[in-house]
């Protein structure tokens, strides 16, 4: 069974940089596309990034391409989402998901994308 766990969340100025972890000390996920999400209080669920499971595509939201980058380090079952030149609209909670079979082609665009997902860890950019 994997397990995710989301890290890293903080408060933070416009301008600034976090550095989110999905990870797992359970089943591995190297076998697994990754992608993080993102859901702002009254605002629909958004796709935010996607690394297939060798790790040899990405897949990036508009509204972060450029700013944002997802990487993954199977050997210690984590990926991680650098976010870099942060604004108050990148404020929400973030949440990772693993999908065994659906690619990352489709993480935006299909709401059945995901056979696990994380609890999410908040982002709050605010001067």
């Known amino acids: 069974q994997v397990q995710l766990v989301e890290s890293g969340g903080d408060l933070v100025q416009p301008g600034g940089s976090l550095r989110l972890s999905c990870a797992t000390s359970?089943?591995?996920?190297?076998?697994?596309?990754i992608a993080w999400f993102r859901q702002a209080p009254g605002k629909q669920r958004e796709g935010v990034a996607c690394i297939s499971s060798k790790g040899d595509s990405t897949y990036y939201g508009d509204s972060v391409k450029g700013r944002f980058t997802i990487s993954r380090d199977n050997a210690k079952n984590t990926v991680y989402l650098q976010m870099n030149s942060l604004k108050p609209e990148d404020t929400a909670v973030y949440s990772c998901a693993a999908d065994l079979v659906f690619q990352c082609s489709a993480y935006e665009t299909s709401n059945l994308w995901g056979d696990h997902w994380g609890q999410g860890t908040q982002v709050t950019v605010s001067s």
């Open positions: 359970g089943s591995s996920l190297e076998h697994y596309h």
